[in-house]
């Protein structure tokens, strides 16, 4: 027992206590066998999982590392059943593997018979089994590596892959650093994932996870088709591929609603993939339309269902998985993680921020008092309008020309859900109104106009949730959202988190209707933040 | 004499000590005991034998098997059978109860040939076992204290006969950071220690649970030590001491006790079980200080208090309104702190979170916000966070905006009043309080036929803050309606059990009593038990019958007289006094 920084809890959770001056290399030693699940501003919380005592021992390291590391920063004794799990987690690994035979067939191997026998017998695993090869070995279906790695991870036994990454089309990129540098914690990640193989790397948003994948590229240097989340996105990144990489127009083509190319690199949205035609995916060949080496995921936590089917087959390429958030209101983390890859780097919201990479923020909540006849609707509302009651108060309108006024100057977003409301906003203060049928062109307008400052304020509804870049933009107003979504909280702040160039902090304030679900609701939206260290003042309407 | 009457009687004869030890070993719950017959139903029935049978010595065994095959054993042997109720002597002659003689019957031999296993005690490392002790000790007060807590927070039913329902098991569950099994043995180790009782069919905290949270961690773990001590009874408790650091208690138990069945409800299973929870094995490896905890040694403390978590008066509180508590806390702070923040985990490190509906509770108990502010700001060291000024800034400017009275029409049985109409009109449109069936009788008011504490209860899972006030207009307090509750009917502290027993049972010795008569009968049917019966004859004498009852109806007692060969009904109004033969 020590006076170290860290607790290990009988759940297998370790909290670390930053301000220890151990706590630094805690962190180190911890980033290899344990998931970084909350960092508010005193105590992080760490996970010790299965995947994370795996990923440590394909990395080389054994339970001994683990206890050894548990052990020199313990505070307290480290509880038995922690001890005993980590040594039967370690030991489970490796057991089994998957390889290449002779003629080029994929194999699932083990010296361990038993093990194999337990495996190639669970029902689920036997479908996607062609039969044995001698005592050591069963036949895995061409199609069904990702499937056979998803259900042997379930069944807690592991495979370690040899049977490697189809290395693709060899093409050249490179980084093109004119004027600027990849930064450390980008590098590392390149690193991280590369090592890895597959997996996903989390980031702030406006941390550079484009520059992730851009160095990503630059390492395996061959065809690459990039998934997005929409067209606006599509275009940004390819904007950001000229600008940083010694890729030319030429060599980049646009797949999405719009524009069908297919070039070396190939930028595709998540909607065109799921389009379907006459009940078929129309565009499913695009996967195998060019020998892909690498496949990016940008904000992977949106991947949509049919995206994990297809994502099933896709084993053999190396596939990297982008977010800022990985929280899913569907709780299918665990599924972004066997079919993409684990967790390979991941970063703290405030230690980037220390590092001046992304702006700091100030995140408020602003409560208004609703009129009481308003109150009286709500009280009488069925439960399921209660919500859209509250949020779409009209109270809120006089909450934000106040805001806008102590901020005036500034490049300011009105972000909302309900569209009714976002035009009466817009009405009200007479300003421009971006929504989801807002014609891409007019969107894009609007939006360089924003960047350019002829536009100091833009009312959005989701379409601006996600891979809007809009650096100057230093203060979002949020009237309503997906009700409880956290990552839809952190996706909103993530859009003033581009450094400014004066400096300036952003500010973010959530305007919530007084007792009622609306403030539940921010309370439920505002915990991801909260777990990066944002912290919110409360403030009342009336005193603004 | 019939076996029930002679074990009615040897139970009446003993001293409190002897009760306390006698139930404590033979696990009777004394909650649901009447009388001494009730008492001694419970220990004679098949079920409590079936549990007895396994904590039973070798040498017990022999004397029993001796016994049913009628010979005498000697006084030692005997005595020490009869300290547990499985033998009596009737008229100078040694016998055991029939019913255990028949669960002893299911066995092929009373003795059996087992190998034992022993394992090599020198493989383990004793401070390795010592140090797992003390986690396993420190994790077991933690979760009986969480309990207490969450008793005085939340309404729980009782579900089956004595149990807890899933949904309070698995937030303990959570809280603890554990499977559902652990948090079901806490609740069970909660009700063996008299932390929680039974009323009305629901759980309520005891006096013992209260003086519990006042305790530092050496006294908590003497109470635990304790009830395991009673548990053992006298005899196994010093027969144990034999025991070494680092060896085995299970196999020691498994060669000591050859009919042992290591299940669950076994006695067995549970000495096994306790001493894993209360820090005396780890894994049944015997800690170092076992032998002075069990024989009440002065010194265990030093021993032990070296391996539990050493206590930190400091935590953590941050932004997002949770508060860390980076160890164990002195007790005082603890208990305040709970008073007014929610558990999330508990643990080595454990987390609690402010809220409305917890700061709410801590201003029942009688603390101020201001209070609220210093003991955390103190405990903190440093300036509250903004949000945790403003909730507390907050509630208190809501506290008793609404209010849950006792009705005085006898029509309904609470009423929650507030001067905000619109809020009442929310609660009363709620569909989630529909259950309640409120009426809106005025502006100010809501009236339901529920009681108070259930409607305070519904209202509180729903989130509103609501508080409970008495005639006078005082708060009342989550801590004292706890108190309340045990002082109105359900005795907890086994001194006042015993006596509570023997006042029932001198009533129920008193003729003339139809109440006491009818149970006397019905245990007689149920025992298969014959009945001395004084009937009041036509003429104004007494005849005194001994009947074998067949049933009790329409105010007539029906039975076989065996010595006059005839089937008898007989008018309660008819029968003077009435006992069991």
């Known amino acids: ?544 | 004499m019939s076996e029930l009457r002679q074990l009615v009687d040897a139970l009446r004869k003993l001293s409190d000590d002897d009760l306390r030890s006698l139930v404590a070993t033979r696990l009777i719950p004394l909650n649901n005991i009447e009388d001494f017959y009730s008492l001694a139903e419970a220990l004679n029935s098949p079920k409590s034998y079936t549990s007895v049978i396994g904590s039973l010595s070798r040498a017990q065994l022999n004397s029993l098997h001796a016994l049913s095959k009628g010979e005498k054993i000697k006084k030692p042997e005997f005595e020490s059978l009869q300290a547990l109720q499985l033998v009596y002597e009737d008229a100078g002659k040694q016998a055991a109860y029939e019913p255990l003689l028949d669960q002893l019957k299911q066995h092929k031999a009373f003795t059996r040939s087992i190998s034992i296993i022993q394992e090599d005690a020198s493989r383990f490392d004793q401070n390795e076992i010592d140090r797992n002790c003390g986690l396993a000790a420190f994790e077991t007060m933690q979760a009986l204290t969480e309990l207490i807590f969450d008793l005085e927070k939340h309404l729980i039913r009782e579900v089956g006969k004595g149990g807890v329902g899933l949904a309070d098991v698995k937030r303990l569950a959570s809280a603890l950071g554990k499977p559902n099994d652990y948090a079901k043995a806490i609740f069970a180790m909660a009700n063996q220690l008299g932390l929680m009782t039974l009323s009305n069919g629901r759980h309520l905290l005891t006096a013992e649970a209260i003086d519990w949270l006042g305790f530092d961690q050496l006294t908590r773990m003497n109470v635990l030590f304790k009830s395991f001590t009673d548990l053992l009874g006298a005899g196994l408790a010093k027969e144990i001491l034999a025991l070494e650091p680092g060896s085995s208690l299970k196999t020691w138990l498994e060669t000591q006790f050859p009919l042992a069945e290591n299940t669950a409800t076994s006695k067995i299973g549970l000495i096994l079980r306790n001493a894993n929870h209360f820090g005396l094995t780890f894994e049944n490896q015997v800690s170092s200080w076992f032998g002075l905890a069990v024989s009440k040694g002065k010194n265990f403390e030093s021993t032990l208090g070296k391996h539990l978590p050493a206590v930190q008066s400091r935590i953590i509180l941050q932004a997002d309104l949770s508060i860390i508590a980076p160890g164990p806390l002195p007790t005082k702070i603890e208990s305040q702190l709970r008073r007014f923040a929610n558990t999330e985990t508990i643990g080595l490190a454990s987390t609690y979170r402010l809220s409305a509906l917890s700061v709410c509770h801590g201003l029942e108990t009688g603390m101020t916000s201001d209070e609220i502010a210093e003991i955390l700001s103190s405990a903190f060291g440093a300036k509250l966070p903004q949000p945790v000024e403003y909730l507390l800034s907050e509630v208190n400017s809501r506290f008793e905006r609404l209010v849950i009275r006792e009705a005085t029409n006898s029509e309904h049985r609470s009423v929650i009043e507030s001067n905000d109409n619109v809020l009442l009109t929310e609660i009363g449109n709620d569909p989630r309080l529909r259950p309640f069936s409120l009426t809106r009788p005025s502006n100010e008011r809501l009236i339901c036929r529920f009681e108070p504490s259930v409607v305070y209860f519904g209202l509180r899972e729903c989130g509103y803050l609501v508080i409970r006030k008495d005639a006078d207009g005082s708060v009342i307090s989550p801590i004292e309606a706890s108190e309340t509750a045990v002082a109105a009917g359900v005795l907890n502290k086994w001194d006042e059990r015993i006596a509570k027993l023997r006042e029932a049972d001198q009533s129920s010795n008193q003729a003339g009593n139809d109440e006491v008569m009818t149970r006397q009968v019905q245990l007689a049917i149920r025992n298969k038990a014959k009945l001395t019966i004084t009937v009041n004859r036509a003429d104004g004498t007494q005849q005194v019958i001994e009947l074998e009852p067949s049933g009790i109806a329409n105010g007539r007692l029906r039975g076989l007289d065996r010595k006059a060969q005839v089937e008898r009904t007989l008018p309660l109004t008819t029968i003077a006094a009435i006992s069991l033969a």
Not at chain 1, 149 to 171: I, M, N, R, S, V
Not at chain 1, 354 to 367: D, H, K, L, S, T
Not at chain 1, 406 to 412: D, F, M, R
Request: hydrophobic content about 40%; aromatic content about 8%.
């Open chain 1, 1 to 544: 027992m020590t006076s170290g920084p860290l607790i290990v809890q009988s759940d297998k959770t370790a909290l670390l206590e930053v301000d220890h001056p151990q706590a630094a290399d805690a962190r180190h030693d911890l980033s290899i066998f344990a998931e970084l699940e909350r960092a508010p501003e005193h105590i992080h919380t760490y996970r010790i999982t299965r995947l994370g005592l795996w990923n440590a021992r394909a990395a080389g390291h054994d339970s001994d590392f683990v206890l050894d590391v548990l052990d020199k920063y313990a505070k307290f004794a480290v509880p038995a059943g922690v001890r005993n799990e980590i040594v039967d987690t370690m030991s489970r690994y490796g057991r089994l593997s998957i390889i290449r035979g002779e003629d080029g067939q994929l194999l699932l191997h083990s010296a361990d018979r038993a093990v194999l026998l337990e495996a190639s017998k669970q029902t689920k695993i036997a479908a996607l089994l062609e039969g044995s090869l001698g005592s050591e070995d069963f036949v895995i279906a061409p199609w069904a590596r990702g499937q056979v790695k998803q259900e042997l991870l379930k069944l807690g036994w592991p495979a370690e892959d040899f049977a490697g990454y189809a290395p693709g089309t060899p093409h050249e990129i490179a980084l093109a650093e004119i004027g600027w540098n990849i930064r450390d914690y980008q590098s590392k990640a390149v690193e991280k994932f590369w090592e890895g193989g597959s997996g996903v790397v989390v980031l702030p948003c406006g941390a550079g996870k484009t520059i992730v994948g851009a160095g990503a590229m630059s390492v395996a240097k061959t065809n690459t088709l990039i998934l997005v989340t929409n067209t606006v996105s599509a275009r940004q990144w390819k904007s950001e591929l000229l600008k940083r990489t010694s890729l030319t127009e030429d060599e980049i083509g646009e797949y999405s609603g719009s524009v069908k190319e297919i070039k070396p690199i190939t930028i595709a949205t998540y909607q065109i993939l799921t389009t379907k035609s006459k009940g078929e995916f129309a565009h499913l060949a695009l996967l195998n339309a060019n020998d892909w080496g690498l496949i990016i995921y940008d904000e992977v936590h949106l991947l949509p269902a049919p995206i994990f089917k297809m994502t099933a087959d896709l084993q053999a390429r190396r596939r990297l998985g982008l977010t800022a958030t990985l929280v899913r209101e569907d709780g299918k983390e665990g599924e972004v993680f066997s079919l993409i890859g684990p967790k390979r780097f991941d970063a703290p919201w405030k230690d980037i921020e220390a590092q001046g990479y992304i702006a700091p923020a100030a995140c408020f909540e602003v409560r208004v008092d609703l009129p009481d006849e308003v109150r009286m609707d709500y009280a009488i509302a069925n439960q399921e309008d209660r919500y859209r009651l509250a949020a779409c108060a009209h109270a809120k309108i006089d909450v934000i020309r106040s805001l806008l006024k102590n901020h005036e100057g500034e490049p300011t977003l009105i972000i909302g859900q309900y569209l009714e409301q976002l035009h009466e906003v817009a009405d009200s203060l007479d300003v421009a109104v971006i929504t989801g049928q807002t014609p891409v062109d007019e969107r894009e307008q609007l939006f360089q106009a924003f960047r350019e400052g002829t536009l100091k304020t833009l009312v959005v509804s989701k379409v601006a949730n996600f891979s809007i870049d809009l650096p100057e933009a230093s203060v979002a107003i949020q009237i309503s959202g997906s009700f409880g979504s956290r990552q839809e909280e952190a996706q909103r702040l993530g859009r003033l988190l581009r450094p400014k160039a004066d400096g300036r902090a952003a500010s973010f304030y959530t305007i919530i209707s007084r007792d009622t679900v609306d403030q539940d609701f921010a309370q439920n939206r505002q915990r991801f933040l909260a777990e990066q260290g944002y912290s919110y003042e409360i403030l009342d309407a009336h005193a603004l």
